[in-house]
């Protein structure tokens, strides 16, 4: 069956790095466009990026433009986030998603803070 994990949370002060990681299985993987979303406490669930395919097609949200990138491996059936320059409000959980699916991981922790 198809599954997502997602990995690579945690705490992070202001201007840090973290890299995130979304380990897919059950499914022809560079078949399909992958999403990050995250979700803040008392918000509702936003976009962050989206890759095609073949990752050509790179989209984000205006918050994260020119800090995030969104990248594929699709040798290890793997998505990324690399998240530069975070802020307290990218606090949040981050889910991966596979495009136009109601396939989600189980969200992985990021927090900002000093």
């Known amino acids: 069956q198809v599954q997502l994990v997602e990995s690579g949370g945690g705490l992070v002060q202001p201007g840090g790095s973290l890299r995130l990681s979304c380990a897919a299985s059950g499914f022809s993987f560079s078949s399909y466009a992958m999403r990050w979303y995250r979700q803040a406490p008392g918000k509702e669930r936003e976009l962050v990026a989206h890759i095609g395919g073949v990752g050509g097609i790179k989209t984000y949200a205006d918050s994260v433009k020119g800090r995030f990138a969104i990248f594929r491996d699709n040798s290890k059936n793997t998505v990324y986030l690399q998240m530069n320059s975070l802020k307290p409000e990218d606090t949040a959980v981050y889910y991966c998603?596979?495009?136009?699916?109601?396939?989600w991981g189980q969200g992985t922790q990021v927090t900002v803070s000093s």
């Open positions: 998603n596979r495009y136009q699916s109601n396939y």
